[in-house]
C-alpha cells in the first residue's frame, strides 16, 4: 500500500520505517492499517513519518467511534467471561489459559481480542485494541478515583517541559501518591490491581499525548512489561512485586536485558512492596550497573 502511494504521490516518506511504526500498532489488522493511512493523508497534512503514525492512532484511540470498536465493546461489556479474561491479561498478566480450549479463549479469538502463540500464550490482538481495552478498565476502576484526583494539570506541567517526559519525576511522584493511599486492610486489591492503579495515574498525565505498550516484544523475542513512548521518547519500565533481595537483584539482570536488546541506556524498575509498614522500605535512586555494553543506568523505585 505504501509502495504504491509513493510511486503515485512521490512523498520521499522512508517506506520501512513507516511501515514499521504502523505495524507496531496494529499487528497487520487491514482496517486499522487502512485507517491510519487514511487519516495520515485526509486530516493530517500528509505527514508521512513515525509521528505522524502516531498522531493517527491518537486520533483512533481517542477521538473516534466506528463499528468495529462498537462491536468490540459490545462483546466485552455483554461477556463477563471474555471480561474477566482480558483483565486477566491486561492488568493481571495472566497469558496462559487454564485451557487454550476454553470457551472464552475461544470467544475472545473469534471476536479478535485475542492471538494465540504456539507455546499458548494469550496476546492482545493490536497495540490500538489494548490501548482502547486499557481506557476502559482504568474508566470503569472506581478505586482508581483518588489517584486520578492527585493528577492535576500543576503536576503535568512540572512532568512536560520542552516536549519532553520527565519520567524520574514521574515515578518519584506516583511513589508519593502511593504511600499516601496504600495500607495493609486494601494490601489484597493492590496485590492484584497494582499495574492498574500506576496505568490510571500514567494515564491522566499522558492524557492522550503518549501512549503505554504492555509487554512488548523485542527482536530477539525478549518481553518488556511496559514501554511508554512520549514523542521520540521512549521508556521502558519493569513492575514487580517484592519479593526479597535476590529477586531484586534478578529484576536488574532481566531489565539489562531488556535495555542491552532495545539499544537503551535507561531504564526504570517499579516495585510494589505490600510488606507490612514496619518491613517495607520505599526508595526511589539511580543505580549504575555494569552491563556487557557498557554502564547502564536503572532508576529503582519501591513503593
Known amino acids: 500500500m505504501l509502495n504504491q502511494y509513493e510511486t503515485d504521490h512521490k512523498t520521499g516518506m522512508d517506506i520501512e520505517t ?3 511504526e504502523i505495524h507496531l500498532y496494529t499487528n497487520g489488522y487491514p482496517f486499522l492499517v487502512s485507517r491510519i493511512c487514511l487519516l495520515v493523508d485526509t486530516k493530517l497534512d500528509k505527514n508521512w513519518t513515525p509521528l505522524g503514525i502516531q498522531n493517527a492512532v491518537k486520533n483512533i484511540i481517542y477521538a473516534e467511534d466506528n463499528t468495529l470498536f462498537d462491536e468490540l465493546f459490545k462483546n466485552l461489556v ?4 471474555i471480561y474477566a479474561l482480558m483483565y486477566a491479561l491486561l492488568i493481571q498478566g495472566n497469558k496462559k489459559p487454564r485451557s487454550r480450549r476454553s470457551q472464552p479463549v475461544d470467544w475472545a479469538r473469534m471476536f479478535g481480542f485475542i492471538r494465540v502463540s504456539i ?3 494469550m496476546y492482545i490482538a493490536n497495540k490500538i485494541f489494548e490501548n482502547i481495552l486499557l481506557e476502559h478498565f482504568i474508566a470503569e476502576e472506581s478505586f482508581t478515583n483518588p489517584m486520578r484526583r492527585e493528577v492535576c494539570g500543576s503536576l503535568r506541567s512540572e512532568l512536560i517541559k520542552n516536549d519532553s517526559f520527565n519520567m524520574e519525576l514521574c515515578l518519584k511522584r506516583f511513589s508519593t501518591i502511593f504511600n499516601s493511599l496504600y495500607t495493609e486492610r486494601n494490601r489484597t486489591f493492590f496485590e492484584d490491581h497494582g499495574k492498574l492503579v500506576f496505568l490510571a495515574y500514567l494515564r491522566g498525565l499522558l492524557n ?3 501512549f503505554v505498550h504492555l509487554e512488548s516484544e523485542t527482536a530477539d523475542a525478549k ?8 514523542g ?3 521508556f521502558i519500565i519493569e513492575l514487580k512485586r517484592w519479593d526479597g533481595n535476590i529477586a531484586h537483584e534478578d529484576a536488574y539482570t532481566q531489565l539489562l536485558g531488556y535495555m542491552d536488546a532495545t539499544l ?7 516495585t510494589f512492596d505490600l510488606r507490612k509498614k514496619e518491613h ?3 526508595k526511589a535512586d539511580w543505580v549504575d550497573i555494569e552491563s556487557a555494553s557498557g554502564i547502564k543506568r536503572i532508576f529503582d523505585v519501591v513503593v
Open 280 to 282: 517495607r522500605e520505599p
Open 208 to 210: 492522550g499525548d503518549g
Open 264 to 270: 537503551s541506556d535507561e531504564g526504570y524498575l517499579l
Open 18 to 20: 513507516l511501515a514499521q
Open 232 to 234: 521520540v521518547q521512549r
Open 78 to 81: 455483554n461477556n463477563s467471561e
Open 223 to 230: 518481553k518488556m512489561d511496559l514501554v511508554v513512548t512520549w
Open 119 to 121: 507455546g499458548g500464550e
